[in-house]
């Protein structure tokens, strides 16, 4: 349930509408906008509840349920665009923010190269893979720790924020330590105890989509992190399962609009993990500035025919330099800065 | 197989090439480009025969086999672009074209706005539906012949070539004779005998793709125009079956990359049947030419409140004319013009 | 709409309710029970009528409304199972109907020696295609008249009735005069033109879905038959379109028992076509006769690795009646024959 | 890779070669087959190293590479059929064995009665969820710790093994000491620090299918438990995602037949999840029986209408006692019992 309250709303009034939820035992979540405060009332069994008792109270507006199965990342509950804020770096508004870098961290020299690369071209955070889920275990599985320190380290040297993949609620601590960003993989999209965990961390996250995930479920996987009263959230938009073979993922161009008008939250798109092959990487990454993506995960790497994994849809420097520019056309053409 | 020409081959050479398909059963397609003549030679059982057949042969510089199972959609068969021409219209160069106009033509009125409105806001090519295949019985089935003289009325009176889908092999004369480009649906994609009346015809054609056919299904279908000699093929993306349900169908954005990758025929987008709802059109319209297509296939209608197909999905004038001024910038920012 | 009569209602009765809706641009369809007439009341807009129109007539039980897109292949408007008899072969009765034999017909030999195989296995169809459509224009496309030619001699020799595929509304005449049973392709059951002609034709017809239709699209599909008074109709389930490419096609053993819940029309299953691989067949057919269908169509070849076409799925001779023996068990333990 | 020792190999043969491995960096699981030794050799990039490398030692008969992603699942590795046995309970031999009970624990009452109920009826296994990964976090999340004592206590109860689901590296050890099988859900299949953590632990498992997994990739998270040592390993085939809408998840029947042809793990089939409905059930259970499945996972509640969780895909103590008979009959007619 939504409570929108009056503009001019005391803290009592607003205390007395969190109170009457958790004597129902429910929970709230507050969103303090700049004109509104608006309270979501959350649990399994809200639609059961009358509006009323809401409704009453002295400062409520007005009191509306919510029909979509998520809540807090409905534009219901908070109209405004949602910005999240990196060490400086701003996901969500007029600049696109692009992460760049290599698949999997694999060594010093590699991922000093790199970020040297996207960092001149014009990246905002570096990418690198320091724990690797992989679909065999025999597959290589990430430097792991290592993995993290060279990240950590290179971040220091570019003054450039680092965003990196954590697989389980174990590693959350250690993983937060060295990166700024987390990201949930795709796999792990439904992870609910890995969300829950992130949730209570705070630290910004990257939730991917799922492979099979619709939208909403994409949307109510991020009720997870939102409901522990963490608001970092973006979206990635990385392609789905279809029947198609020419290309590893169908990108789903339109999940972009459809989380502009039912979302607040910022969204990226992965074009890499997409194509599964580098030329197609290009024309994907101008699709998704034109069709509104606020950012963009691109694999790059200093040298791809080496990558120890994904080489294939790894760009290299000067491809990754030249997509650069087109990118920033695009993002001109709708009004946005790169 | 494809049979290359070396520089400067005589017509001797090259009948000498033909002759020795006719007689071993195989049919044959030119392809004369400007500098250089390539020989598809087509049939069954192709890849029993030795290339040595055909490679002794004088004037011919070299044999190799294209294992896609498309043979004359392909690049190996024509390596330059393919421009289709209709009434001074080109698809396929720098120009972006929109075909835009109602989904079903209802009354002359309402074809004489929507020709007006699409017109003046930029469009070059009038589309309009006279037969509807729909998926129930009960349902509106299009004016027919009434709507193709309406389209030939309208089209003389805007000097504007016009577009109709076609749904039987005995409608092909019929149609033909009004519209200036035959539009085969996505459920007739591989209504082979549908395709070969229209390939023997020789009229430009849009050929949109199955909702569940692969890339390469499609352009394999798209064979079935070519190997009667009919070179004006333009293909259309309009969106894939998939699980999810936010849009009617999940377009296929890679799809615009792989195909300029793969083939030398022109491809256009049309967003509005893959939307299924006008609000989700001007991004994904934004992120075609973004991505590489050649054009739009736009559903406009002058009320779409009160039209008798798909209202939901049609832009009104005003939302119309605002996305080809978003298009135009896009267009630009790719190198191109609209 | 649907009007159900009173038990004891006269001819004049019913005949009112047909003028009534005549009157109002409406078709109209019987379903004469054995204690029940119920009439169908048809068109695109019956949406916006009042139900009362009909409930006043004399000798009208009840009205009401069928919210799915199909009507006349619903339960509601036949509450009982619909059989279809095609020369003394009953599908949908009690008896599990075979109908085997080679994908496509090559010569005589081929065809008496598959009919000689599958009658004494058991089957009580012969299967043999004449018109195939294929992907590629290059691919043999069936012997066509000579096929059916064949056909019939092959039928009239061996007593047993025969299905073939029909491709276009230009050959349903030809067709229907050899063939006991039309078959509709994947590719065409959204082929409404194809439809409508073989329903006026009134011959019996197994209508297979479309490989990425839903139940929904494939019953509304049935309705263009049934809507021409064709009431010959069958199901038959081949496989959908998915991402897993272990199979050809995903058979989707749900549409079984959701077609016995929705609809009064016999259906089979196709594990040939599904599978794509001999070895997967045996256990489709075990499951599809398990699961509720009323029949099989099964790719059978006198020596499957010199078939022209789908040799990998076809069963050999040894391999059917091997099948035969399970099948007739699992068909026994369900509670009918084979 | 694998190596086949010769018959009558010795002990030290034996661990020449897993030393040979071992000096590689590479890892070693082996089969010790009652008439054969297979040893396989495992690691990331063995597909570089000749296999000569282990022909050359004494004892060895051959080595092969394993073209499949997946390797220790393989029939390659193990040709003979594995069985698990739970408490005197076997899994992948002549008796099919049914795990039934309710979605979520909810209390004492309701599982006793469930356990009652599902014992009479023939059922093997008890099925119990405590832990409840739900789509929002603010639905309900399963009774958890209380739920896991109150399975240990019915198990006691009833002298019946329990299953139950785990969701989080942390619970493992916890939920591994109250159940006999751990499940790990679709939406974790490719939790891969899950899989390694239960695959140390050593306790038997049900993996399901990820809601969008090919049949190789759920394999090849199969070889993330097997490559621990763990062989105690069942896989759970429960839908996967496509366009239809009709069920909750598509059943891929064909997959039981690919399982017993690629691989030497017992699989058994969840028609509840699958179906979503109860009325679909029993149909899609006697198709899987029918296909060769090893076993079903069946929700049964004894009051559907109040379950908490999944209510109207749960069968009726009434309907699961009509089911097993069913079942009973379509087991004996494909010579297994029940």
């Known amino acids: 349930m939504i409570v929108e309250m009056r503009k001019g709303v005391t803290a009592e009034e607003i205390d007395a509408v969190k109170q009457r939820a958790k004597s129902l035992g429910l929970g709230v979540q507050l969103n303090l906008g700049t004109d509104k405060v608006v309270i979501a009332i959350l649990g399994g069994n809200t639609g059961q509840l009358s509006t009323d008792i809401f409704a009453v109270l002295p400062g409520v507006e007005s009191v509306s349920r919510i029909m979509k199965p998520y809540k807090l990342a409905s534009r219901e509950f908070r109209s405004q665009d949602s910005i999240v804020s ?19 961290v694999e060594n010093e020299e590699q991922l000093v190269e ?10 905002s955070i570096l990418r690198g893979g320091a724990y690797k889920p992989r679909t065999s275990p025999f597959a290589f599985q990430g430097l792991q720790k290592v993995g993290l320190e060279l990240l950590a380290k290179v971040r220091d040297q570019f003054k450039v924020p680092v965003i990196t993949e954590v697989v389980d609620t174990h590693d959350v601590q250690l993983v937060s330590k060295y990166a700024d960003i987390l990201q949930v993989g795709a796999r792990n999209m439904q992870n609910f105890t890995l969300l829950t965990e992130i949730g209570m961390k705070g ?23 939102l409901a522990e009263g963490n608001h970092q959230v973006i979206l990635c938009e990385r392609g789905i399962r279809t029947f198609e073979t020419t290309a590893r993922f169908s990108l789903d161009i339109t999940s972009i609009p459809v989380i502009k008008k039912s979302s607040h939250l910022p969204v990226v798109v992965d074009p890499s993990h997409a194509a599964g092959h580098f030329a197609l990487v290009p024309a994907i990454a101008r699709a998704a500035i034109a069709a509104g993506a606020d950012g963009l995960l691109i694999e ?23 997509l650069m520019k087109e990118l920033r056309q695009i993002a001109e053409s709708v009004g946005r800065t790169l």
């Open 203 to 225: 630290c910004p996250v990257v939730l991917k989509r799922g492979l099979s995930a619709t939208v909403a479920e994409w949307l109510t996987a991020a009720d997870y992190l």
């Open 300 to 322: 790059v790497h200093p040298n791809p025919k080496e990558a120890l994994v994904d080489g294939l849809q790894s760009l290299s420097p000067s491809d990754f330099t030249r």
């Open 114 to 123: 790199a970020a040297k690369v996207v960092k001149e071209a014009g990246a």
């Open 86 to 104: 990196i060490g400086g770096v701003e996901v969500g508004g007029k600049k696109i923010v692009v992460m760049a870098g290599p698949c999997a």
